[in-house]
Nanobody, 128 residues
């Protein structure tokens, strides 16, 4: 059974950092592109960052460029999202998702949310 479990969310002050983890079970991440998405109250879900399965190419939404870093550890079957310089507008439920490598660019997969398996999400709240 394919399962993705996010962890690492919580309450942090503006300017702080968090590292989210996405652990996969039931399949190996080696051949899957992984994405991080978020949904704030009253807003649509948006792609935050994605990483390809093949060459490790990445995509970041403009709103997080220079602050967030996505990485993968295939040996641990886990993908991470390091979030620095957090802002109140980063507050949202963060989800990770996986899709088997295909013909789409990592940017297209992220922007159009072309992912098949989703986790349950972890809450990130940035507030003083």
């Amino acid at each position: 059974q394919v399962q993705l479990v996010e962890s690492g969310g919580g309450l942090v002050q503006p300017g702080g950092s968090l590292r989210l983890s996405c652990a996969a079970s039931g399949f190996t991440l080696d051949y899957y592109a992984i994405g991080w998405f978020r949904q704030a109250p009253g807003k649509e879900r948006e792609g935050v960052s994605c990483i390809s399965s093949s060459d490790g190419s990445t995509y970041y939404a403009d709103s997080v460029k220079g602050r967030f870093t996505i990485s993968r550890d295939n040996a641990k079957n886990t993908v991470y999202l390091q979030m620095n310089s957090l802002k109140p507008e980063d507050t949202a439920v963060y989800y990770c998702a996986a899709v088997k490598a295909g013909a789409y660019t990592v940017q297209a997969m992220c922007v159009f949310q072309i992912f098949g398996s989703w986790g349950q999400g972890t809450q990130v709240t940035v507030s003083s």
